[in-house]
């Protein structure tokens, strides 16, 4: 059993909405920060939403439209991703890292330690 999973990617039409949720097995998501990466076919993997203690943070490109959040009753980090655009096309992973007292949020994945397999995220017409 994978410590993440990730549901709820597809295909959507350009400016459509999905859900990604990714639940947590192997530890609770208390005290970790959370964060959602994304990889294009060709690109690196980039930081898109992180959750930590001081709170979250988005990258530039989707800063207006995604929102991410924890669920801590149901252990899962959500990812709300709104006016969704081509340029979304990816795989989405979720990722935590902790336990940490104060754990930061960060867009790096150097800072993460457990990784979902990832979910596929088309946005096409």
């Known amino acids: 059993q994978l410590p993440l999973v990730e549901s709820g990617g597809g295909l959507v039409q350009p400016g459509g909405s999905l859900r990604l949720s990714c639940a947590a097995y192997?530890?609770?998501?208390?005290?970790?920060?959370s964060g959602w990466f994304r990889q294009a076919p060709g690109k690196e993997r980039e930081g898109v939403a992180c959750?930590?203690?001081?709170?979250?943070n988005y990258t530039t490109s989707v800063k207006g439209r995604f929102t991410i959040g924890v669920d801590y009753a149901k252990n899962t980090v959500w990812l709300q991703m709104n006016s969704l655009k081509p340029e979304d096309t990816a795989v989405y992973y979720c990722?935590?890292?902790?336990?940490?007292?104060?754990?930061?949020?960060?867009?790096?994945?150097?800072?993460?330690?457990?990784w979902g397999q990832g979910t596929q995220v088309t946005v096409s017409s």
């Open positions: 959750m930590g203690h001081g709170g979250t």
């Open positions: 192997a530890f609770g998501l208390a005290f970790h920060r």
């Open positions: 990722a935590a890292d902790g336990p940490h007292a104060f754990p930061q949020a960060s867009l790096s994945s150097h800072d993460y330690r457990y």
